[in-house]
């Protein structure tokens, strides 16, 4: 990892193969697809629950794969590990091979995103929370001059009661 990102990332994190000129003013004009756009999911939850299955899958299917590789080549290891020492060693291993493949997957077939949870989903409500806790603004010359907002979000985001 320290050597790609040290020899092979040119500017802006673009790839440049060892020996190419590095071109600070190249542009590469790629698509980049998410995971469930190469199935055809197209609604936002369906590509929520599809990429927590991937993911899920991929830390199940893993952990079966470290559990019998750790029992067979590490035995003496495994019997003297509890439970939530193998679980932690488990997850910081596969979370670690992650990291490899993900970048295979950009490099390869151009996927930005395994799993994708929309915003509309979570942060929403915490958003308008946050916003709601700001200071109505203060009338002045500007603030009487632009646009009123119209629907009940940009109200809170503008400072309104949001009624």
């Given at each position: 990892?320290i050597?790609i ?7 802006g994190?673009?790839?440049f193969?060892?020996?190419?000129t590095w ?6 004009y790629?698509?980049?697809r998410?995971?469930?756009d190469?199935f055809?999911?197209?609604s936002n939850?369906?590509k929520?629950?599809?990429g927590?299955?991937?993911v ?6 893993g952990?079966f794969l470290?559990y ?21 060693t ?11 493949l993900k970048?295979?997957?950009?490099l390869?077939w151009?996927?930005k995103?395994?799993w994708?949870?929309p ?11 946050v916003?709601?806790r700001?200071?109505?603004p203060?009338?002045?010359a ?14 809170l985001?503008?400072g309104?009661?949001?009624?």
């Amino acid at each position: 990892m320290i050597i790609i990102g040290t020899f092979i990332r040119g500017p802006g994190w673009q790839w440049f193969w060892p020996g190419q000129t590095w071109d600070h003013n190249r542009l590469i004009y790629e698509v980049n697809r998410d995971l469930p756009d190469i199935f055809g999911i197209t609604s936002n939850m369906a590509k929520a629950l599809f990429g927590a299955v991937v993911v899920g899958g991929y830390y199940l299917l893993g952990g079966f794969l470290v559990y019998s590789l750790f029992r067979r080549y590490m035995g003496k290891d495994f019997k003297r590990m509890s439970l939530l020492q193998f679980g932690i060693t488990q997850f910081l291993l596969l979370s670690m091979v992650a990291l490899p493949l993900k970048m295979a997957l950009r490099l390869l077939w151009h996927i930005k995103y395994v799993w994708i949870t929309p915003g509309s989903m979570f942060e929403k409500r915490r958003w308008s929370l946050v916003v709601s806790r700001w200071p109505t603004p203060t009338v002045s010359a500007q603030n009487m001059n632009r646009e009123r907002p119209t629907t009940k979000d940009q109200r809170l985001i503008f400072g309104g009661s949001g009624a």
